[in-house]
C-alpha cells in the first residue's frame, strides 16, 4: 500500500514548506481536498516544491468546471510531476452545487460517468489534435493547436471518483482508474460493497478489478499515553459526526450495527447543537471505524485492518507539529514497505 497525507489546501505561500516536509517524513504523496480554495493551485506549488512527491485532488469539485477546464489543469499537473498526479473527481452534494457553485446537479452520478468519459476524451485531444465526445450531458468536438495544452512525455493523468452507494462504485469500476472510499467507511463496508461492486463496473468494461486503485482516507487515534489518544479521540469523534451527517451515507452505519445515527446526528444538527451531534458518536463507533493504536503500534494496526482491500491509504489528521508529521511518516514508510505497492 501508498500512503499519502490529506490536506486542506492552504495560502500558496505555505504549501511548500508542506509539501516538503511531507516528501522527508516518508509519505508516498500528499492528497489535497476541496473547501474554500482549490485544489488545483495548491497541487502546482507543491509540484515545483517538492519534485518526485506524488500529487492528487482527493477531490475536486466536479460539475462547477467544464471537463476541458478540468482536463487541462490536470494534464499540466501530469506534466509539471512526470506523471505523479491524479485527478480525483466528486459529485458535492445538490446544495453546494446549485446554491453556492451556481450550476445544474439534476441526475449526479450519470452526469459525472459522462463527465469523466469527457475528461478522458480532452485527454486524448491533447495528443491527436481531435475531440470527439459526445455524451449525455457533454458535447465537445472542437479543439485547434492555439487552445490545445498538446502532448507531453507523461502519461495521462488517472482519473479518480468519490464513490459511495453502489450504483457509484459500479460506475468507477467503469469508467475510472481509482475510487475515493468514503472517510466513514470501514473495512466490513469495503468488502461488503466498494471492491464487489467496482469489480462488477470493471467486468461490465471488459477491465480487471486489479486496474483500479482503492484510495481510502483513515482516522488514526495514536498516543503512548491515555491522555494522548482520549484527546485525539474527541477530534476523531467530531469528524465522524460530521461526516456521518450526510443521509445517503447512512446505510454505512446501519449495516455496521448502529442504525439510526444518522437520523440521531441530523436531530442536533437542525438543532444547532453541535456538542449534541458529537456525543452521537459513542466509543464503539470509534472502535469500528476509526484506527486507535501506540505510535509503535500503529503501522501493524493499518496493515493488518486493510492488507488486501486498500491500494492506497490517506491519513487524514497526520498534520500538526513538525514531530507529528516525522513520527506519522515513519509510519508510513513502514506500512509502505510491509507489502510492494501494488498501484
Not at 437542525?270 to 456538542?275: E, L, R
Amino acid at each position: 500500500m501508498h500512503v499519502d497525507a490529506m490536506t486542506s489546501p492552504v495560502p500558496l505561500s505555505r504549501i511548500g514548506e508542506l509539501a516538503r516536509r511531507t516528501q522527508s517524513a516518508g509519505f508516498s504523496g500528499l492528497l489535497f481536498t476541496e473547501t474554500g480554495r482549490t485544489a488545483y493551485l495548491n497541487a502546482a506549488v507543491a509540484s515545483q516544491a517538492a519534485p518526485g512527491l506524488e500529487l492528487s485532488t482527493g477531490v475536486a469539485v466536479a460539475f462547477p468546471r467544464s471537463p476541458f477546464v478540468t482536463a487541462a489543469a490536470a494534464w499540466e499537473l501530469a506534466e509539471a510531476t512526470d506523471g505523479k498526479f491524479r485527478l480525483g473527481l466528486g459529485t458535492q452534494v445538490r446544495t453546494h452545487v446549485v446554491r453556492r457553485y451556481g450550476v445544474a446537479f439534476e441526475r449526479p452520478g450519470p452526469r459525472l460517468r459522462d463527465y469523466v468519459r469527457a475528461v478522458k476524451a480532452c485527454f486524448a485531444a491533447f495528443r491527436s489534435g481531435k475531440l470527439d465526445h459526445h455524451g449525455e450531458f457533454y458535447d465537445l468536438d472542437f479543439i485547434s493547436p492555439q487552445w490545445s495544452a498538446g502532448p507531453i512525455d507523461a502519461p495521462d493523468p488517472k482519473v479518480d471518483v468519490a464513490a459511495v452507494n453502489p450504483w457509484m462504485l459500479r460506475m468507477a469500476g467503469e469508467v475510472a482508474d481509482g475510487v475515493h472510499i468514503h472517510p466513514i467507511a470501514e473495512p466490513g463496508y469495503i468488502k461488503r460493497h466498494a471492491l464487489p461492486n467496482i469489480a462488477a463496473g470493471a467486468a461490465k468494461a471488459g477491465r480487471e478489478a486489479s486496474d483500479i486503485a482503492v484510495i481510502v482516507p483513515v482516522l488514526t487515534i495514536v498516543g503512548d499515553s491515555d491522555e494522548e489518544r482520549a484527546q485525539e479521540r474527541e477530534r476523531v469523534r467530531a469528524s465522524m459526526a460530521f461526516y456521518g451527517s450526510t443521509p445517503n451515507y447512512a446505510f454505512i452505519w446501519d449495516e455496521a450495527g448502529f442504525e439510526g445515527t444518522t437520523a440521531r446526528i441530523r436531530e442536533k444538527q437542525k438543532a444547532g447543537d453541535f456538542a449534541g451531534m458529537a456525543a452521537q458518536i459513542t466509543d464503539d463507533h470509534i472502535g469500528a471505524f476509526a484506527t486507535e493504536s501506540t505510535w509503535d503500534g500503529l503501522a501493524d494496526a493499518l496493515t493488518q485492518k486493510y492488507d488486501g482491500i486498500a491500494t492506497r491509504l490517506v491519513l487524514y489528521n497526520a498534520f500538526g507539529d513538525p514531530e507529528r508529521i516525522e513520527r506519522y511518516g515513519e509510519v508510513a514508510r513502514r506500512v509502505s514497505a510491509a507489502r510492494s505497492p501494488a498501484a
